[in-house]
């Protein structure tokens, strides 16, 4: 029997965007062959979370390949070669169980957010992009390859209510109860720190946005709630269907 025979309308649905998900951070350059990881909540329960399969690249994943787990650490797909990776599930099952409110979290380690993480300053506000994440945006030291299941409980404190984090000296994080908002903030998210990377590389002195203006624009941006990455996904889904829509398998 196909697994989309298996699960519900809602678990394939979220299947395929989170596959779809999978297939666009690496088309717009975020992924890491296969060190990072994105998850999404399965609906109706509870307990469960979907987590790509270690070892497959971000570009193979489908919807029938990604792997449900629960929060001790369960694998509850049986039919597969692959585990999931343990500092993914150290991750993610902290932000998923210690938000309610989250849906779908997403970990990158590109090259701007790492070079963002490693710099005392953190995320400065100096571009457009980077107005949705002032003064909402967590920071969590390194404690090394997120493998401590200690660490979940620090990763809950530090997240906080923010829907973004940096990682210091490792990555980026974001949050959000739809998949499509949650990857549009972090192609914003990583767009704003590579602003601020090629800004800081040329030595010129930086215009820094006023505090008043900043905090107005992203109290615009953060009313808009998830409306922009909703909007955008039909069209991401279009592009990945005449590229290759085998994530939907």
Known sequence: MALRDDVTPEEWQTRVDLAA??????FYGMSDMVGTHI???????????????????????????????????????????????????????????????VFCALHTHTRAGMGVSTME????????HSMRFYECISYHDYEG????????????????????????????????????DAFNLMFRLEKSCQAQVDAMN?????????HAVATHSRDGMVKRGTQLGDMGWPGHLRRLDRMDPSYKH
Do not use: W
């Open 121 to 128: 300053c953190g995320l400065l506000p100096l571009t457009q």
């Open 21 to 26: 998900c999978y297939r666009l951070v690496d």
């Open 202 to 210: 040329t030595g010129a002195e930086l215009q820094f946005v006023p």
């Open 145 to 180: 390859v997120a493998t401590n299941l200690d660490e979940r409980e620090r990763l809950q404190r530090d997240l906080g209510e923010n829907d973004a984090m940096i990682l210091r000296n490792h990555g980026l994080l974001t949050c959000s109860r739809t998949i499509p």
């Open 39 to 101: 998850s999404a909540r399965v609906p109706r329960e509870p307990d469960a979370f979907l987590l790509n399969p270690y070892g497959m690249f971000f570009n193979e994943i489908t919807a029938s390949s990604l792997i449900k787990v629960n929060f001790d650490g369960e694998q509850l797909t049986k039919d597969t070669e692959y585990s999931v990776i343990p500092a993914g599930f150290t991750i993610h099952s902290a932000v998923l169980e210690g938000r309610k409110d």
